[in-house]
Nanobody
Framework: EVHLVESGGGLVQAGGSLRLSCAAS????????IGWWREAPGKEREGVSC???????YYADSVKGRFTVSSDVAKNMLYLQMNSLKPEDTAVYYC?????????????WGQGTQVTVSS
């Protein structure tokens, strides 16, 4: 079974940067689309970024140009570099694996890491 563990969250001022990491075990990346979702207070979870099974890279409109997703297949690691952070980026961020060629219906979730952006 896939096990995902996120790290790298924290408190940062608006305009700052954070890098989230996700360590995956129990499977390689070969069979899944991989990416990040987030859940902000009082809001539904939403997809943030995705590396699809066909190696396409996708971002939510709200983070385009500020966030960059990457992976290290040899290390089974997924990353999310977040720059120019805004208070509205405050959320719990989840690493996800999804069957199929997009991240719209995740199968596996990490436990989440809190990102708080102060104004």
């Amino acid at each position: 079974e896939v096990h995902l563990v996120e790290s790298g969250g924290g408190l940062v001022q608006a305009g700052g940067s954070l890098r989230l990491s996700c360590a995956a075990s129990g499977s390689t990346f070969d069979d899944y689309s991989i990416g990040w979702w987030r859940e902000a207070p009082g809001k539904e979870r939403e997809g943030v970024s995705c590396i699809s099974l066909s190696d396409g890279t996708y971002y939510a409109d709200s983070v385009k140009g500020r966030f960059t997703v990457s992976s290290d297949v040899a290390k089974n690691m997924l990353y999310l570099q977040m720059n120019s952070l805004k208070p509205e980026d405050t959320a719990v961020y989840y690493c996800i694996f999804a069957y199929g060629d997009d991240c719209s219906d995740p199968t596996y979730w990490g436990q989440g890491t809190q990102v708080t952006v102060s104004s």
